[in-house]
T-cell receptor
Framework: KNQVEQSPQSLIILEGKNCTLQCNYTVSPFSNLRWYKQDTGRGPVSLTIMTFSENTKSNGRYTATLDADTKQSSLHITASQLSDSASYICVVSAGNNRKLIWGLGTSLAVNP | DTAVSQTPKYLVTQMGNDKSIKCEQNLGHDTMYWYKQDSKKFLKIMFSYNNKELIINETVPNRFSPKSPDKAHLNLHINSLELGDSAVYFC?????????????FGPGTRLTVT
């Protein structure tokens, strides 16, 4: 069964600290993996999209990694800011029809 | 300019009523979607249209009927609203099919059924 699991479910960090969010997937065949940021009361916004051949992709202070062998991805946030407080959702595109499999997200709170 | 817009942003109504949510995108995309996000924050696709044609119709009650008058618009009509329909509904669009292209989401419509 195609699934995307994220950990931790929630995380609280202090402003300025780094953090890493995890995404494990059991999706086959794999097409691509995305990370979205969803602020409270808003729609998700794409941070990165990675294909099978990409190991790392950055978007400002956000760096996503992908290990297609172990079917794991991580999202690293550097020097966190209060505006990073949001839900971060991992989404994997699967199969020839490239159906999107959504994770439940990690809720991140950055405190001053 | 708002890329994907939805109206209304909030909708409060009583059980049994019929309501519509409108979505418009000005990105020139061919594909549009409706998602439902429940209280557990899980985003679930409901419908997908490509060039005004329905291509994805997940297991959604017949009370939900999408309508795409043109490529830039995808509306959602809900008949006989139930308490369980309370959720946030997101419209999204992409250049092509979602699995291959980035999706752009609207701000959401929070539907509360009392």
């Amino acid at each position: 069964k195609n699934q995307v699991e994220q950990s931790p479910q929630s995380l609280i960090i202090l402003e300025g600290k780094n953090c890493t969010l995890q995404c494990n997937y059991t999706v086959s065949p794999f097409s691509n993996l995305r990370w979205y940021k969803q602020d409270t009361g808003r729609g998700p916004v794409s941070l990165t999209i990675m294909t099978f051949s990409e190991n790392t992709k950055s978007n400002g202070r956000y760096t996503a990694t992908l290990d297609a062998d172990t079917k794991q991805s991580s999202l690293h946030i550097t020097a966190s800011q209060l505006s990073d407080s949001a839900s971060y959702i991992c989404v994997v595109s699967a199969g020839n029809n490239r159906k999107l499999i959504w994770g439940l997200g990690t809720s991140l709170a950055v405190n001053p | 300019d708002t890329a994907v817009s939805q109206t209304p942003k909030y909708l409060v109504t009583q059980m049994g009523n019929d309501k519509s949510i409108k979505c418009e995108q000005n990105l020139g995309h061919d594909t549009m979607y409706w998602y439902k996000q429940d209280s557990k924050k899980f985003l679930k696709i409901m419908f997908s249209y490509n060039n005004k044609e329905l291509i994805i119709n997940e297991t959604v009650p017949n009370r939900f009927s999408p309508k795409s008058p043109d490529k830039a618009h995808l509306n959602l009509h809900i008949n006989s609203l139930e308490l369980g329909d309370s959720a946030v509904y997101f419209c999204a669009s992409s250049l092509g099919l979602a699995g291959a292209y980035e999706q752009y989401f609207g701000p959401g419509t929070r539907l509360t059924v009392t």
